[in-house]
């Protein structure tokens, strides 16, 4: 799927994904600093990804892990700095929470600094934390 805003597109196009710019971003970020190559490639091939381009170069990008029926996990999203303050955030999450696949179903994600964007997407804190749990194996 595809979503043009002005010179911008979203598209979920797997061959326009350009993994040197996901790594180089992820690589600075506060949850996937850590993240091998490896691992960031084995996780977008099991993804449905969202990439932001601007003339031809990849520069934002949204993950969502999901069943297709139930639930969706929304990881690793960014815009890179120099395009920020553009409505690029907004358009991306637009084209997450719109895309067909992914209505009707439970949206989950974990942000640090972003709740007022997501906010405006449905997205809410969990009324009881405590029934939420994880663990990394």
Excluded at 38 to 46: G, L, Y
Excluded at 99 to 117: C, F, I, K, S, V
Aim: glycine share 8%; aromatic share 12%; proline share 3%.
């Amino acid at each position: 799927m595809e979503w043009i805003r002005d010179e911008y597109k979203v598209s979920t196009d797997p061959e326009l994904l350009d993994v040197d710019v996901i790594q180089g971003y992820l690589s600075r970020s506060y949850w996937a600093a850590e993240r091998k190559r490896e691992v960031i490639e084995r996780s977008i091939e099991n993804s449905l990804n969202f990439g932001v381009y601007h003339e031809g170069h990849q520069i934002g990008f949204a993950r969502v892990v999901t069943d297709h029926a139930t639930v969706y996990w929304l990881a690793d999203v960014f815009i890179l700095e120099e395009y920020r303050g553009r409505g690029l955030g907004k358009f991306l999450i637009e084209s997450v929470t719109g895309h067909p696949e992914l209505n009707g179903l439970l949206g989950l994600l974990a942000t640090r600094d972003a709740h007022g964007l997501y906010r405006q997407y449905g997205f809410s804190c969990p009324s009881d934390p405590q029934r939420m749990m994880w663990t990394r194996t």
